[in-house]
């Protein structure tokens, strides 16, 4: 089995083993050099008065040195390779990131040492996310403007037309605006709790709440909605009490349950809760049409809209999925799809139960 060792470790053990080899090339060329001139010239060492050493010996001693010095060199050029090649791959890839190259790896070969391959390895994962988050980045200002250009030109053409007397100055068109702004209002609010839950801050205040009475409201709420679209709601709750901030999880329970009525054919929809590994799982279920599998993976993306199955519709902002995943995540667990059984989607919010709730 290979050893990872450390950086220090493996130096140590390289020099050790370049002094053992040098000590044992020496001592068993000596041995050699000495048997052979005994069985040579045996007078010519037995000589007291001659302090210099003999023409043998002297080459031996320039040949051991020349040898010794040329595996000091040749075993320090391979260890220096394994630990500067990577590092000089990752200076290198550095400044080409300080440069705006953020597509820049560092190259690595598998003989590097270990602290030096993980340091690549790093290198290349935190290059990776930071190409990825500029890309998001890129990708949200884009969206951002595209979701609020609608609602700002429908006010400003509306409010240009009131003014210049295209359009009647009376309730009815000061309602239309007002629903603009409302939408608009959602939009923001829904920007700012997937912002706060991505960089951690999001305020949560959890209480045990009783569940029931926490749905029962957002289906009242949502009524309009459900019965104008031709649904019927079902609500099967097998826990009562649970520890949670009511106000995130009515929001999340609100975005399914709109996300169902936007995208689902008119029909029965469930809402469902129970306890199960430790979680407590909220779940809005519908009749279909389901949505496209590859979608699945992204659905709970902000701005990614998942296209129905059959119907092929992608309405809304594309963030109410984001911010149910992104309630879950602040309360410590997480958002799921899943086919459900009445032959739809079915979405959930899960976050952990405590048992004191």
């Given at each position: 089995m290979k050893l990872n060792a450390g950086i220090s470790r493996q130096i140590s053990l390289s020099m050790a083993l370049v002094v053992l080899g040098i000590i044992?090339?020496?001592?068993?060329s000596s041995y050699a050099l000495y048997f052979w001139l005994l069985r040579q010239s045996p007078d010519a060492l037995c000589d007291i008065t001659n302090p210099w050493p003999e023409k043998e010996e002297v080459i031996w001693l320039i040949v051991t040195t020349i040898c010794s010095l040329l595996i000091a060199v040749l075993a320090a050029g391979r260890l220096s390779r394994r630990i500067l090649t990577p590092l000089n791959s990752v200076a290198q890839s550095l400044r080409a990131v300080a440069q705006g190259d953020l597509s820049a790896r560092a190259g690595s070969d598998q003989h590097a040492m270990g602290e030096a391959a993980q340091l690549v390895s790093d290198f290349n994962l935190m290059a990776e996310r930071q190409q990825h988050m500029a890309q998001q980045r890129a990708f949200w200002n884009a969206a951002i403007a595209h979701e609020l250009r609608t609602p700002v030109t429908i006010l400003r053409g509306r409010l240009q037309g009131i003014n210049d007397g295209v359009f009647p100055a009376e309730p009815a068109q000061f309602q239309s605006l007002l629903k603009q702004v409302e939408g608009l209002g959602?939009?923001?609010?829904?920007?700012?709790?997937?912002?706060?839950?991505?960089?951690?801050?999001?305020?949560?205040?959890?209480?045990?709440?009783?569940?029931?009475?926490?749905?029962?409201?957002?289906v009242e709420l949502a009524e309009p909605l459900w019965q104008?679209?031709?649904?019927?709601?079902?609500?099967a709750l097998s826990v009562s009490v649970v520890e949670c901030d009511p106000i995130r999880i009515r929001q999340a329970l609100l975005a399914m349950l709109e996300n169902a009525c936007k995208h689902a054919t008119p029909g029965l929809i469930r809402i469902s809760a129970e306890i199960s590994?430790?979680?407590?799982?909220?779940?809005?279920?519908?009749?279909?049409p389901g949505i496209a599998p590859a979608a699945a993976q992204t659905i709970f993306e902000a701005f990614q809209r998942g296209a129905a199955v059959s119907t092929g519709k992608?309405?809304?902002?594309?963030?109410?999925?984001?911010?149910?995943?992104?309630?879950?995540?602040?309360?410590g667990g997480f958002a799921v799809w899943q086919p459900s059984s009445l032959g739809g989607s079915q979405f959930e919010i899960c976050w952990p139960h405590s048992a004191s709730a």
């Open positions: 044992a090339m020496v001592q068993i959602h939009l923001i609010e829904d920007l700012r709790t997937v912002a706060l839950a991505e960089s951690g801050h999001l305020p949560l205040q959890k209480i045990a709440t009783r569940l029931d009475e926490e749905v029962a409201s957002v104008a679209g031709g649904f019927r709601i079902e609500v590994q430790g979680y407590c799982h909220l779940a809005v279920a519908d009749q279909g992608t309405s809304g902002s594309g963030l109410g999925l984001a911010v149910v995943k992104a309630i879950a995540l602040a309360h």
